[in-house]
């Protein structure tokens, strides 16, 4: 299971409109003869690509994959749960029931009816952690948005002249691109845009090709290559953009903050003071300290070099 998140977590930000998921088959005699992960664009799906790998040696064996099959007709190919009742393996181990109403348990229990074994549950908090961009999407009808940002000690983004570059190591640079090639869609604001024309693509070897789709926020006229958003609100639009990454400055981070849009935040730290410079937000609708209390969770931190990564989300009533 675990070789299975890590191919379900490569596939994310690539996956729009369906799911990233992993799967790994495993024989009787414990080889692994099949794997794969959703293709981009979201077909084929995981267990298609791992069954056609596996072909005949996936009778009696067995199957992990990071979400439950799914069992509902689709124009674009056929269900994994017919595949899988094609190809007979012994078990199927499942991190995580699918919460979309159309499969919603249908696979397992089509599954248990042909006398595959079914299990449930393993590694069921990291396949949510992995899939949840298309989790938010599902649920409330638009993409996970990460904000990120890059700070001086005291919180800034830039000096006075609005010079940035660059606040952080090249450790934490690289660990954006990460970011970046997780990511369907990255948005800027049209000062961002206009100031530093940035290319927003990944610039890691191996992983050029995982450049995502660029979006400004902006109410002035179109740029060639780039998509528009008028208002933050109008994410709610992107029915094929799982995880959206958010690199634009303090005036796109408050407008996103302001309207409670942000699930996630990327706060790269770096050991200089810069004193008078650009702070990091404006007003997002606060107006007692009282209320800022209790929003966000600091979920992880790690060193990066000589800079220092904080993660965190947004505390949200289930």
Not at 40 to 68: D, N, Q, S
Not at 111 to 122: H, K, M, N, Q, S
Not at 189 to 212: F, I, K, N, W
């Amino acid at each position: 299971m675990e070789e299975a998140l890590r191919l379900a977590e490569q596939a994310r930000g690539h996956s729009a409109p369906n799911p990233n998921v992993g799967c790994v088959i495993v024989s009787a005699n414990g080889r692994v003869v099949g794997k794969g992960a959703t293709a981009r664009g979201g077909r084929p799906h995981a267990e298609a690509i791992a069954l056609e790998a596996a072909a005949k040696r996936a009778r009696g064996a067995t199957v992990y994959t990071t979400l439950e099959p799914c069992a509902h007709q689709s124009e674009r190919g056929p269900a994994c749960t017919e595949l899988l009742l094609a190809a007979r393996p012994e078990r199927v181990v499942i991190a995580l029931k699918d919460p979309d109403k159309r499969t919603g348990g249908k696979g397992i229990q089509r599954l248990r009816r042909a006398g595959i074994e079914v299990t449930l549950g393993v590694g069921r908090e990291a396949a949510r952690q992995a899939v949840s961009g298309w989790l938010t999407r599902l649920s409330i009808g638009r993409p996970r948005v990460t904000l990120k940002l890059a700070l001086s000690i005291d919180g800034k983004i830039a000096l006075p002249s609005g010079e940035s570059k660059w606040i952080t190591g090249e450790d934490a640079r690289r660990h954006v691109h990460l970011e970046r090639a997780h990511s369907d869609m990255i948005l800027v604001g049209r000062g961002t845009y206009l100031a530093d024309r940035p290319q927003l693509d990944v610039r890691l070897p191996g992983l050029e090709q995982a450049s995502p789709r660029r979006a400004l926020l902006s109410r002035g006229e179109p740029v060639a290559n780039w998509e528009i958003l008028r208002n933050p609100r109008d994410i709610f639009g992107l029915h094929d953009v799982n995880d959206l990454l958010v690199e634009g400055g303090s005036g796109t981070a408050t407008a996103f903050l302001g309207e409670d849009l942000v699930d996630r935040i990327l706060i790269y730290r770096a050991p200089i003071i810069v004193g008078e410079g650009k702070s990091s937000f404006g007003y997002v609708g606060l107006d007692a300290i009282a209320d800022a209390h209790g929003r966000w969770e600091l979920v992880d931190e790690q060193r990066l070099g000589v800079d220092r990564l904080e993660v965190y989300e947004r505390v949200r009533a289930d």
